[in-house]
Nanobody, 112 residues
Framework: QLQASGGGMVQSGGSLRLSCTAS????????MAWYRQAPGKQRELVAS???????TYADSVKGRFSISRDNAKNTAYLEMNNLRPEDTAVYLC????????WGQGTLVTVSS
């Protein structure tokens, strides 16, 4: 029901855009979010966006990452700029209302 894409390998300072496409029933009114999990670390919330476009960010990515959504395409995006090696992780897409749905992860690797 959630399909994430866009991960890859970039050098420090580079950019990537992640996409998460959802089935309509779990997108239009849901909060969409991106989490990440690095090896040996807990999963952390990176950014979230409500159905009306209100966004929140982890302090570690503020000013570098931008979350958006296209409700006509049932797709949420995470634009990641000025990437750092510490951003290396598996990035996971989440959709939630009173339920929580997870997509498969997409790996982002940032080399120094």
């Amino acid at each position: 029901q959630l399909q994430a894409s866009g991960g890859g390998m970039v050098q420090s300072g580079g950019s990537l855009r992640l996409s998460c496409t959802a089935s309509g029933s779990i997108f239009s009114t849901n909060v969409m979010a991106w989490y990440r999990q690095a090896p040996g670390k807990q999963r952390e919330l990176v950014a979230s966006i409500t159905s009306t476009g209100s966004a929140t960010y982890a302090d570690s990515v503020k000013g570098r990452f931008s979350i958006s959504r296209d409700n006509a395409k049932n797709t949420a995006y995470l634009e990641m700029n000025n990437l750092r090696p510490e951003d290396t992780a598996v990035y996971l897409c989440n959709s939630r209302d009173y339920r929580s749905f997870w997509g498969q992860g997409t790996l982002v690797t940032v080399s120094s």
